[in-house]
C-alpha cells in the first residue's frame, strides 16, 4: 500500500475513532434524554449514566483522533497529485472531515445544548413557584399529591430534563420540577392514576434511580 493510501486510512480511521469518542463522551447524559423521549426505557440505561466520569476521557481522546485526521488531510494536501487509488477524492475527504469535526463538537458540547443555562434555570424556578401559586389559587383537585424524589446519579445540567422527561412521561403527573443542586425532583401527581412507585420506577428506568424524601 502506498504512503498516501496509508495515510488516506489513516485519516478515516482516525475520524470514525473520534466520532465513536464523541458518542461515548455523550452516552451519559444526551443519549439516555433522546432514549427516554423516544419510550425507551430500561435499567440498562443506567450502564451508560455511568461512564459520567470517563467523559473527559472520551472528549480527549476524540480531540486527540480528529486532530490526526485533521493532520492526515493536512499531509496528503502537501503531496503532488498522483495516480494513486484512493478511498475517496479530496473534496470529499474533506468533506467528510469538516462533517465529522461538527458532529464530534455537537456531541461533545449537546449536554450544554439540551439543558437551560444556571441563569436560565433560576428563571424557570422563579416561574415555577408562580405557577404553583397560580394551581393553589385555581384550586387543583385535593386528591392531587406532592412528592420529593431523591434522584441518584445526576452529574450535568442535562440530567434533570432527563429525570423530568421521564416523569412526564407518567400518567397522571400533573408537574415536575428537577433540579441537579439538590439533586431531587419534586413531582405533583394525581394518585388515582399514578402512584409514588411507578414515579420511581420511572427514574429508576431512565437510568436515575430515585426514592421519595416527602409526600404531601
Not at 411507578?198 to 428506568?205: D, F, G, I, R, S
Request: overall charge negative; hydrophobic content about 40%.
Amino acid at each position: 500500500m502506498s504512503t498516501q493510501n496509508s495515510s488516506n486510512a489513516g485519516s478515516n480511521w482516525s475520524l470514525g475513532a473520534a466520532l465513536g469518542a464523541a458518542v461515548a463522551a455523550s452516552a451519559c447524559c444526551t443519549i439516555p434524554l433522546a432514549l427516554v423521549s423516544l419510550g425507551v426505557g430500561g435499567v440498562w440505561i443506567g450502564s451508560l449514566t455511568a461512564l459520567a466520569p470517563y467523559r473527559w476521557i472520551f472528549v480527549t481522546l476524540a480531540a486527540g483522533a480528529l486532530g490526526y485526521a485533521g493532520y492526515n488531510e493536512w499531509q496528503l494536501s502537501q503531496r503532488p497529485d498522483c495516480d494513486c487509488e484512493t478511498m475517496f477524492s479530496s473534496t470529499t475527504r474533506r468533506s467528510l472531515l469538516g462533517g465529522g469535526a461538527l458532529a464530534v463538537l455537537a456531541l461533545i458540547v449537546s449536554p450544554y445544548l439540551v439543558a437551560p443555562s444556571p441563569a436560565t434555570a433560576t428563571q424557570q424556578a422563579q416561574a415555577a413557584a408562580g405557577q404553583e401559586t397560580v394551581e393553589k389559587e385555581a384550586a387543583l383537585p385535593a386528591s392531587f399529591q406532592q412528592v420529593i424524589l431523591d434522584v441518584e446519579g445526576m452529574t450535568c445540567r442535562a440530567c434533570p430534563k432527563t429525570v423530568s422527561t421521564a416523569l412526564e412521561g407518567v400518567g397522571g403527573v400533573h408537574r415536575v420540577d428537577a433540579t441537579l443542586e439538590p439533586p431531587e425532583a419534586v413531582v405533583r401527581f394525581d394518585p388515582d392514576k399514578t402512584s409514588v412507585e411507578a414515579l420511581t420506577e420511572a427514574t429508576k428506568n431512565a437510568g436515575y434511580p430515585s426514592e421519595p424524601k416527602s409526600s404531601s
